[in-house]
């Protein structure tokens, strides 16, 4: 939790808001690819696309 705090206030003081879309997209294609391992959950997810 400490590395998002950092990342948020560093992205709050450099005012660089235009990188927040581009982690929460990266963030949450990194956990799908985690859960996509799992091989009970590959046809759920398969079923999404």
């Given amino acids: 939790m400490e590395f998002l705090k950092e990342l ?3 992205l709050k003081t450099r ?4 990188l927040i879309p581009l982690v929460v997209i990266l963030s ?3 956990i799908l690819i ?3 391992s799992v091989p009970a959950l590959g046809p759920f997810i ?4």
């Fill in 15 to 18: 005012k660089k808001f235009w």
């Fill in 46 to 49: 398969y079923s999404l696309f």
């Fill in 34 to 36: 985690i859960l996509a």
């Fill in 28 to 30: 949450l294609f990194s």
């Fill in 8 to 10: 948020l206030l560093f």
